[in-house]
């Protein structure tokens, strides 16, 4: 699959959303990283389980309960595999990312004592800055931040001065969602590691990207989204180690997380049980189970090799673009193009396209401190997945060229 390959249009059948027209133009989709679309697999699997199969997991001796339980616990097992984690114990079903670190927050956070230090980047999402924030004002707990260099790369000799005695966690994206900018993340587990300081892996960004295998990173944590990764909305996974799930306190209370209850105290169900209260989302595991066997079959280098060649192909486009300020041009990038032109806001930009049938997002998307190291209030940017092909690149230069047209006229 190259980025002229015909298999990308086969490969765009699998998406029924980009067969149409927006304001009567092809659909070119670029933002992905926001959320991306899904393959028809994954709407059949999530009808196919209403129609058939539906009913409450782990309560019922009933037929269906029965199937419903295996369809979400076969979706865990998928999760597994698909991150290469030692057990499906490991999987906790969440609703995103964002879940996904307030559970570690939460839970993590108990153990978090006057004087100590979480370590994050200046690289993160707001949803792996905010959570460690609360924590830190909560416990009198110390945030440090990695810096990050003109080309938006975190800097590993910074990072390495950061780690001290009192750091309790190290929490860091593996793709940055506002550049791109792919993290060191083996480096930077590795020197957490030499002090034993437990490391959390935002991968968001990652996942759809490419193959991930967390017992290879080594990382303690590892959290990510369905949506980003052509599954439903609303369903996400927190990876922790067993060692660690078994020692955490458990981050919500209620059915299905307890072994017995009594006035006098409640004992706690096995794992992955313990982490998941109340009725889960069935549906959603089950859509993301479908997704992982579509991305599977495809294969993850094959997705990553046509990306990056997309990516590189984009990249020089772009960069003829009279006026283009490229945000974000770090050696190791993937599927994001985050970019300025002179004179034009983006919301503007991203207005002008939207007649033309380019969907791009505009802002500061959800990274605040990366706007404000680069001294702007937000980029333009355009995201890549599986299915976007040179037609798309062609289509959003061209579009560029019209709001270049009628804003510098
Ligand atoms: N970034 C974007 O447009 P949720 O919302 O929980 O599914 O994911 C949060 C999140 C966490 N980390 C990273 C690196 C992310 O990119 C995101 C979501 C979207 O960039 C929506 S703000």
Redesign the pocket.
Known sequence: MTATDPDIEKLRLDFPILAQEINGHRLAFL?S???SQRPRSVIEAVSHYYEHDHANVHRGVHTLSHRATEAYEGAREKVRRFINASSSREIIFT???????NLLAASFGQSIEPGDEIIISHL?????IVPWQMLCERNDATLKVIPINERGEIILDEYHQLLGPRTRLVAV??????LGTVNPVEQIIAAAKERNIPVLI????AVPHQAVDVTALNCDFY?F????MFGP?GI?VFYAREEWLERLPPYQGGGDMILTVSFAGTTYNDLPYKFEAGTPNIAGAIGLGAAIDYLLDIGMDKIQAHETALLDYATREISTVDGIQLIGTAAQKAGVLSFNLDGIHPHDLGTVLDHQGIAI?TGH???MPVMEFFGIAGTA?A?LALYNCRQDIEQLIHGLQLAIGMFRS
């Open positions: 933002d990283a926001a959320s609703r995103g990312t964002t879940d996904a670190i993160e999402h707001h949803s792996n994206s593996h793709v940055s969602n506002a935002d991968g968001a960004q959290a989204s369905g949506h980003k909305t996400g997002r998307h959800c990274a940017r995201s």
